[in-house]
């Protein structure tokens, strides 16, 4: 008993009365500061249900989607639509698009244009945010202030579709990366990031007659794999999500990415032409095609899922707060 | 509770400016010496200024438009200027002033609904003890925040939709089906709840960020003082988060007349206008879809002009009440 009270000591006694349970009773978690009181029976459980429901808010949905697009129609039947436990399971739906042609197409431009843009604008990036990281650099001023403008004022959707339009570039894939190239905050994070590198490193390769583009290459960038990460991690997330540039610059469906496909084969209920799929000739009502519809969320959803679990680990890395605070 | 202001000070001390150093040597020397020293910083942000240049301030410059009576066929040099014609019409036109509304509601109940929860969610989760559990629940929740708005709108179409999961399960049980996607009435409750699941979540990541910089000694110093589980949260972790809330509540002032465009043109067939009619998607249809360029790119611009307005004014409000706010100067 007695080894136990220096831990709870300093507790005050909360007006529960918890603080009389034994400590036999129940054992405090390691990492409990000794003021706080152990919660009682009727909290933790609260806690542990709130937490509970939140995760499976966020998994169910994702759990019932892929189940559906790997379940066979029968199954799909049985459940009247989204399959929440897995009976007969195929890759049929999977099978028939890869056979159809058009998502496939669609995923090639998805990917075109997540992989250009995100090396472009990586790029461009990380060659502005260095070039503004020293102070007192002649000209950086107005350049940054030209940059923290646009997160102040936008152009507005009207005269940018007509500058897109008057260089031609309606129907091109440059107009989902040209447009959007530039973020100011993902600069604003890596010119952060890049600002707290130690200046003595960066000053005393400048004084052996390292140039600037080798202390960049050589000395910033091997330092700065976190931000890049999570900085392309936002790009690429941006790129392949983006659907609406698509909607306003390319009105020929072949050039259309996923997210358009998507939007048009499941929220608007159109079978996407030269699939082998054409609703009407299945039976099964609502529920047909509801596995391929589902197949193509999947395929929307991977190469996020894929590339999340190496980038995340750096959300809390003091990158994110930097940001906020620039 | 001494503990309150005495945070209060610490945390305004801390969020002070740094001053900026200006006293580099480098810039007493003339521009030409600097000019040979600096060039190749300048070299590298040539990319950026030639496509901000293109995409940005072109558009901008673009916006003259808004004067004039533009049509495509003759381009900006052949249509004609008609100075405020274009802003009165905007004016005078009731769906303008019916998107506005539908704006500023779907602005308010936002900041009453889903403002909070990314807060509360980050207080319950950082007394999880567990570091392993915490880290695992943050990597779930964080990741709606990823998926495209097509997706999220998908997914709940599929849920609540009319042959969706929760539909299904009604009529299993002989209920009445709910129309949930396509009903006007339910409409905002629609669109925040998805935005609540979509990121929530990851709304948290400030709020941990900021939680975990807060001095453990406080809450021991308020738990020595009498304080419970409650007043503790009250007094200490809220005031700690109070800077990072002003700035996010500026944020969201600035951009209250920007209300998730994506998911609402996505949802504005299935309820129609008179719910899903807001600014931008104003602007897009009168402009790209009814190709009234001109009426479009004024619409756009009193938008435009009002954010920055809003912005400003939040942080001048902002650093009324002694609060750091977006940019400090």
Not at chain 1, 36 to 44: L, N, R, S, T
Not at chain 1, 282 to 295: E, H, S
Not at chain 2, 261 to 284: H, K, M, N, P, S
Request: proline content about 5%; overall charge positive.
């Amino acid at each position: 008993m007695t080894t136990t009270v220096p831990r709870t000591s300093a507790r005050a006694s909360g007006p529960g009365g918890a603080a009389a349970r034994g400590p036999g009773r129940r054992r405090r978690h390691p990492d409990r500061p000794p003021y706080e009181a152990e919660p009682g029976p009727v909290a933790k459980t609260a806690k542990t249900t709130a937490l509970t429901l939140i995760v499976l808010a966020v998994l169910v949905p994702l759990w019932t989607v892929v189940v559906t697009s790997l379940s066979t129609q029968a199954a799909i039947n049985d459940a009247g639509g989204l399959v929440l436990v897995p009976g007969e399971l195929t890759f049929k739906a999977y099978t028939d698009i890869i056979a159809g042609g058009v998502v496939t197409r669609a995923v090639g431009v998805s990917v075109f244009v997540t992989a250009v843009g995100t090396a472009l604008s990586l790029a461009v990036a990380i060659l502005t945010a260095y070039g503004l990281s020293r102070p007192g650099s002649l000209g950086h001023r107005p350049i940054l202030f030209m940059l923290l403008i646009t997160m102040f004022f936008g152009a507005g959707m009207i005269p940018t579709y007509l500058v897109v339009a008057g260089l031609g570039l309606i129907d091109s894939l440059w107009a989902l990366i040209l447009p959007t190239a530039v973020s100011a905050f993902n600069i604003l994070i890596m010119r952060n990031f890049f600002m707290n590198i130690d200046r003595g490193i960066l000053d005393s390769a400048r004084i052996d007659g390292a140039s600037e583009w080798r202390i960049l290459g050589q000395i910033v960038l091997p330092l700065s794999k976190a931000v890049i990460a999570v900085v392309g991690l936002f790009y690429g997330v941006a790129y392949w999500n983006a659907f609406f540039n698509a909607v306003l610059y390319i009105n020929d469906s072949a050039k259309w990415p996923l997210q358009l496909v998507l939007r048009s084969y499941v929220l608007q209920g159109q079978a996407v032409p030269g699939t082998t799929f054409d609703p009407s000739s299945l039976d099964g009502g609502q529920t047909a095609g509801l596995a391929i519809q589902m197949a193509v969320v999947v395929l929307a959803m991977v190469p996020v899922l894929i590339v999340y679990p190496f980038v995340q680990r750096h959300f809390s890395s003091g990158v994110m707060i930097g940001a906020i605070k620039g | 509770m001494t503990a309150a202001p005495q945070a209060a000070r610490r945390r305004e001390r801390a969020a002070a400016p740094a001053p900026e150093v200006r006293t580099a040597p480098r810039r007493k020397r003339p521009s030409l010496s600097r000019l040979r020293e600096d060039y190749p910083l300048l070299l590298m942000c040539a990319p950026v200024i030639i496509l901000l240049a293109v995409f940005m301030y072109a558009p901008m410059l673009g916006n003259v438009i808004a004067w004039m009576d533009y049509s495509p066929y003759v381009g900006i040099l052949g249509s004609d200027f008609v100075g405020w014609w274009n802003f009165q019409r905007v004016v005078a036109d009731p769906r303008f002033w019916h998107a506005v509304s539908n704006t500023l509601i779907i602005t308010g109940f936002q900041l009453v609904f889903f403002f909070p929860v990314p807060i509360a969610m980050a207080i319950l989760l950082n007394s999880v003890l567990t570091r392993r559990v915490r880290t695992a629940i943050q990597s779930i929740v964080y990741l709606p925040h990823f998926f495209s708005w097509v997706i999220v709108v998908s997914i709940f179409q599929q849920i609540l939709g009319g042959a969706g999961l929760v539909n299904q399960f009604l009529r299993s049980r002989g209920l009445e089906a709910v129309e949930v996607m396509t009903n006007p009435d339910t409409f905002l409750l629609l669109i925040t709840s998805q935005q609540v699941w979509k990121d929530a979540g990851w709304g948290m990541i400030v709020f941990l960020a900021a939680l975990s910089t807060v001095d453990r000694s406080q809450y021991e110093a308020a738990a020595v003082d009498g304080a419970g589980a409650w007043r503790r949260i009250w007094h200490v972790t809220l005031p700690a988060l109070r800077p990072v809330i002003i700035l996010l509540l500026i944020l969201r002032l600035g951009d209250a007349l920007t209300v998730g465009f994506e998911q609402l043109i996505l949802q504005r067939d299935a309820v129609g206008a008179g719910a899903a009619e807001v600014l931008d998607t104003f602007v897009y249809y009168s402009g790209i879809v009814y190709g009234d360029w001109s009426y479009a790119a004024a619409a756009g611009l009193i938008k435009g002009t009002v954010s920055l307005i809003l912005v400003l004014g939040a942080n001048k409000i902002a650093h009324v009440f002694g609060e750091a706010g977006v940019y400090q100067r």
